[in-house]
């Protein structure tokens, strides 16, 4: 297929780091071209002047966010912007016949009075906002499939939800009793200068943050264990940075109803569970992931342990949260939505060591 036949995409917001992995993965994707980069920022100036390794593979120049432009020039729109800003967007796009897919927390809420108690802003999209899917392919892959606009998953939510999904699907825990200890490398702050992100504060230093449910992604994590659970649940999560790069590692324990279970029913169900889920990878009794597995790749590694003295599960997932976190979910979501193979583009081998 030569590169004209090929299907236009757009990214808004391509000057961040989910931005520069966007590009990167649709770069290398065979059914698609870019054809359009855009940020008012960064307006006028060639995508590789912020990322000169990209020199000689990308040759597109940062285009002002015009809707009309954006709409004519690509069939898939890729919204990677702050917060508080796809939603004046998406509407807009949507009526112009574009399919679009945000990577913020603006269409991730079924209810927006929750998204407006953690996020603020003004909507006036509640239509569209009604029609959007949520962006965890696991879960709602079929959904996908027939989408046109799509709240992608967070980076904290879709490791800690690939870990419990198959517990509270199958009532095999007390919902209650979740807790969920995440790690996630500095990345996950974005390409800007924070203090907590400088070297010499965040190197040889682990640290916890947005203690006691104050982290925006709690009520995301709520939302689908609700919708798992089939009743309203609430989960204990704490995020802790991590002197790393990139890199996910979430461990969530719970209480199991059967005392019973040991850890090779569990992994014989979170198989069957994610049996037509490629990018889900179950380690075998006794191996449990690290982040470096993950790294630069789509993958969600998940190891399984009980504790028979508490009675507890323990699962841990590790993921990379600009690739299957942000970028990679993106574009896993795009494949469904256009009818392709689902891990079309998609990296699923890191490099080690």
């Known amino acids: 297929m030569v590169n004209a036949e090929r299907i236009p995409v757009g990214i808004v917001g391509a000057s961040g780091y989910g931005g520069v992995q966007l ?23 060639p995508f590789c002047s912020l990322y000169p390794h990209l020199n000689e593979c990308v040759d597109l120049v940062i285009e002002p966010i015009d809707i009309d432009k954006i709409a004519s020039k690509c069939q898939i729109v890729f919204l990677s912007l702050p917060n508080n800003l796809a939603y004046t967007m998406a509407p807009q796009l949507i009526e112009k016949g574009c399919k679009v897919l945000d990577l913020s927390a603006d269409y991730r809420f079924s209810n927006l009075d929750i998204y407006k108690k953690w996020y603020g ?3 006036t999209d509640q239509a569209i906002a009604a029609t959007a899917v949520y962006g965890l392919p696991e879960l709602y892959r079929d959904r996908l499939a027939t989408a046109q606009l799509v709240g992608c998953a967070g980076c904290y939510v879709t490791a800690s939800l690939l870990a419990i999904s198959p517990l509270l699907k199958q009532g095999l825990v007390d919902p209650h009793t979740t807790i969920i200890d995440a790690k996630s490398g500095t990345s996950g702050g974005g390409r800007q200068a924070k203090v907590n992100m400088l070297l010499a504060e965040a190197d040889s230093s682990i640290g916890a943050y947005s203690v006691g449910g104050h982290h925006r992604h709690t009520p995301e994590i709520e939302q689908v264990c609700s919708d798992l659970a089939g009743h309203d649940i ?28 040991v850890r090779e029913d569990l992994i014989t169900i979170y198989k069957a569970f994610y049996r037509n889920s490629p990018l889900v990878k179950i380690l075998p009794g006794g191996t449990y992931p690290q982040t470096k597995w993950a790294c630069g790749t789509n993958l969600c590694y998940l190891g399984i342990e009980v504790d028979q003295r508490t009675g507890r599960v323990i699962v841990m997932s590790a993921i990379d949260n600009l ?9 896993q979501c795009m494949n469904i939505m256009m009818g392709w193979e689902e891990t079309l583009g998609l990296p699923q081998l890191c490099f080690y060591p």
């Open 23 to 45: 590009v990167r993965l649709l770069q290398d994707h065979p059914l698609v071209r870019i054809a359009y980069l855009g940020g008012d920022s960064s307006a006028g100036k």
């Open 121 to 123: 802003g003004e909507r």
């Open 234 to 261: 609430l989960v204990q999560f704490t995020p802790h940075l991590m002197p790393m790069v990139r890199g996910i590692l979430a461990t969530v324990y719970a209480t199991l109803r059967d005392p019973g279970l």
């Open 323 to 331: 690739i299957k976190g942000q970028a990679g979910q993106g574009v």
